[in-house]
């Protein structure tokens, strides 16, 4: 009884607090307006933690008074360090930090140059130890400030605060929130999300209100700096500045290909994790997931697929990545935005997978990829002379004969195949005659590792056709 007693005085104390508050805040000139709120909203806020639905009123009065006093002007500042003391103690209520994430936002936008700067580091240091629907929102405000305060370079000190953040899983985080935002575009008039962001991870990067060019632009710069300042290993930078290095806005271009060559030039290729990332770029969701539409990631642009295509061409765990690999070469050939040098990469990456790629993973691959071959093959003509087609059908016969090579049953009673390449020797260019007759010369191998059922023939009609 005495607790309860006890407990009811001071709820009616409080309200009694806050009741002489707000008549002071009512009678208080704007311009003693900032001094005011730097102790009583702090205050305010943390009494939602009461019981007393009367103590909750009462702050949720003395906070409509404040956002009608303050909306409008931005020149009152509110207590930023002591807002976030009051959102990160450790048991405070969610009603709490729900109201106080509200005012934080609030803030940032009314803070000096020098306390967004210190924030900074501040707000990611611990950013997986939020509520999960606070993350996005402190992500959001850490991108902006980065953007404000970095996006022409950054003060040692201050980097060497993003240096000292160790946690993985924060860093984990905001990697890969600062790697949406360098994939960020303005969207399309029709709507939808950019390339190789799905509609989920577009909406964390702008939150309710859409992002202006040049905000996009300082944010993109700033990110770089500071990830540059972090020293993070090459191969969680990778992506980000690879992403920046096909971005539409010149000095994110040029800043993106400076730290790639800079910064990310030892990056393992061979590490799984960089890899899957790097084909989630490029692919999007596989079809086969069973994933919400707004959360399916779309494929990477042309212009960064062009730029993926020669990193797999030297890694080869991007050879053995069935089946994004397969996915990988289809979109080379027949995808919707596909190009006439992304089919040529293709068909070197093609090359390299038949080469490097396990027999387990070939027997999966191979015949699927040997029909794309050959209507890639169908689709040119004899008489097409420009370098681009030339070199991609010298891959596509360097790729037959690989796979001849590697998986001759593929070619078991396949006479087709034998006449299409004696077919390509008599009427494709003079430059493509040597890789056809490899090819063939390897074919004319495998027939004879199956047993080819009319060797005899075979082998006149080869030597008849060499001899052309």
């Given at each position: 009884m005495a607790d309860s007693s006890s407990s009811s005085t001071s709820e009616y104390e409080k309200e009694e607090l806050l009741d002489r508050m707000l008549t002071r805040l009512a009678l208080c000139d704007d311009s003693k307006l900032e001094a005011l709120l730097s102790k009583l909203l702090p205050l305010a806020i943390s009494s939602l933690s009461a019981h007393s639905t009367l103590v909750r009123n009462k702050v949720l009065e003395i906070l409509s008074h404040v956002n009608k006093r303050v909306k409008h002007q931005l020149e009152i500042r509110l207590p930023l360090a002591e807002l976030w003391k009051v959102y990160t103690e450790p048991h405070a209520a969610s009603m709490v930090k729900n109201f106080c994430i509200v005012y934080i936002e609030m803030a940032?936008?009314?803070?000096?140059?020098?306390?967004?700067?210190?924030m900074g580091p501040v707000l990611i240091a611990n950013v997986s130890k939020l509520p999960q629907q606070h993350q996005d929102i402190i992500l959001r405000i850490a991108a902006r400030v980065i953007g404000e305060c970095h996006a022409s370079g950054i003060d040692n000190e201050v980097a060497a605060k993003y240096r000292s953040i160790s946690g993985s899983q924060d860093r984990e985080l905001f990697i890969e929130f600062f790697r949406h935002t360098m994939l960020y575009q303005m969207p399309p008039q029709g709507g939808g999300s950019p390339p190789g962001l799905s509609v989920v991870q577009a909406n964390r990067v702008?939150?309710?209100n859409p992002l202006k060019s040049d905000v996009i632009l300082t944010m993109k710069l700033g990110i770089l700096n500071v990830i540059e300042a972090m020293e993070l290993t090459p191969e969680l930078v990778y992506p980000i500045y690879l992403s920046a290095c096909v971005d539409r806005q010149d000095p994110v271009v040029k800043r993106g290909e400076e730290l790639l060559k800079k910064k990310a030039f030892g990056a393992n290729l061979e590490d799984p994790n960089?890899?899957?990332?790097?084909?989630?770029?490029?692919?999007?969701?596989l079809a086969a997931e069973n994933i919400p539409q707004e959360s399916r990631v779309?494929?990477?642009?042309?212009?960064?697929?062009?730029?993926?295509?020669?990193?797999f061409c030297r890694s080869i765990t991007a050879a053995n990545s069935f089946p994004a690999t397969l996915q990988c070469i289809f979109g080379c050939m027949y995808g919707t935005d596909t190009t006439i040098r992304l089919k040529q990469l293709g068909m070197e990456f093609t090359v390299w997978v038949f080469k490097h790629a396990n027999l387990d993973q070939l027997k999966l691959m191979g015949p699927v990829i040997l029909n794309g071959i050959l209507k890639l093959l169908d689709g040119y003509s004899y008489s097409d002379s420009d370098s681009v087609a030339r070199d991609t059908k010298?891959?596509?016969f360097q790729a037959i004969g690989l796979l001849a090579q590697r998986l001759p049953q593929l070619f078991r009673d396949k006479i087709e195949m034998a006449v299409r390449l004696f077919d390509a020797l008599k009427l494709e260019a003079s430059s493509l005659r040597l890789v056809i007759q490899e090819a063939t010369t390897s074919l004319a191998t495998a027939y004879k590792v199956m047993r080819f059922s009319h060797p005899v023939d075979f082998f006149f009609s080869f030597y008849f056709v060499s001899e052309i």
């Open positions: 940032f936008d009314r803070a000096s140059f020098k306390e967004k700067e210190d702008i939150g309710k960089l890899v899957n990332r790097l084909f989630l770029l490029f692919n999007g969701t779309n494929p990477g642009n042309a212009a960064l697929k062009t730029k993926l295509m020669s990193i010298s891959f596509a």
